[in-house]
């Protein structure tokens, strides 16, 4: 039978879990709640029974049981160590899911970020594939990126990445990190739907709404959406400088705005760049499926099957088509 790899990506509020083969197709796909209001320990389990109702639907997909599993979460990670470090969004600290899990499931088992493992995803199969140097930016709730540099995710003990805690107002609005004025305070997708309520005095759903609205011709919409924008190339422009990416991804729910997000940022971003590698700028390929698909892969390498951005491990069609969907 064919091999597959278990991979779990942990949200707040939903776990997206999969099984993919070896030729990183999506044979089965499920969600589950992220039971958080219980206690980290409930989600801990959570985990658990989700790998195992996962690992139990190999033999009816024709797959053989799982040879690894591959989990991804959000917080700083210790990959190395298999340690989740700390997530508020969840509760749990320093805590050892890799051995846990390796010794409920008695498989072995890869613990990731999950913001990393989206990137690695994008760069094996998604928007970036065939480019060794991507940096992956997901504007969502908050803001993080991926940077994979010669094939390779930047750990740096979990803590590489924190790009949304630059800071771009060096007296804006304090931020949940302790600082003022970081990028995720003018551009996450909460960001631009916060700044243009407290302006217009309106309420607005998220950023979509206030795309909408520039897209209609609103000034303060425009305004700012341009400020967001702003702060994105600054930022981009360091990371650029610094890591010299052939193509910058961008995920999240800012991207679907699309025209009015990409276009601008590669032209300001062109702008201002001199020496530099000049990146191409692209949406996300996989959308909310790029952290699963980014845990199997981890899966995978520790099977000793190392997918990277040379070798040939399926497409995007692979991932996207072929993949059942089931409901709990």
Known sequence: MTRCVVALDVGGTTMKGALVDSRRTVRFRRSFPTPVEAGPDAVVDQIGTAFETLSGQAHGAGLA???????????????????????????????????????RLGLPVALGHDVRAGGLAESVLGAGAGSRDVLFVALGTGIAASCIVDGRPIVAGGYAGEIGHIVVE??????????????????????????????????????????????????????????????????LHTAVTLLGPEVVVVGGGLAEAEDLLLAPL???????????????????????????????????????????????????????????????
């Open 65 to 103: 049981a799982p040879s690894a599993a591959g989990l991804v979460v959000p917080g700083i990670v210790d990959e190395a160590a298999g340690v989740a470090v700390v997530a508020a969004n969840v509760g749990w600290r320093d805590a050892p899911l890799a051995t846990l899990l390796r010794e």
């Open 170 to 235: 060096p007296d804006g609005d304090p931020c949940g990190c302790g600082g003022r004025g970081c990028l995720e305070r003018v551009a996450s997708a909460a960001a631009v739907a916060r700044r243009y309520t407290a302006r217009a005095g309106v309420e607005v759903a998220g950023a979509a709404g206030v795309a909408a609205a520039v897209r209609s011709g609103d000034p303060v919409a425009r305004v700012v959406w341009d400020e967001a924008v702003s702060a994105l190339v600054t930022v």
């Open 266 to 328: 590669e032209a300001q971003l062109d702008k201002r760049l001199t020496f530099q590698r000049r990146p191409r700028i692209a949406r996300a390929a996989l959308g909310d499926q790029a952290g699963c698909l980014g845990a199997a892969l981890l899966a995978w390498r520790l099977t000793g099957d190392n997918a990277g951005p040379d070798s040939d491990a399926g497409d995007v069609g692979d991932v996207g088509d072929v993949g059942k969907d089931a409901t709990p």
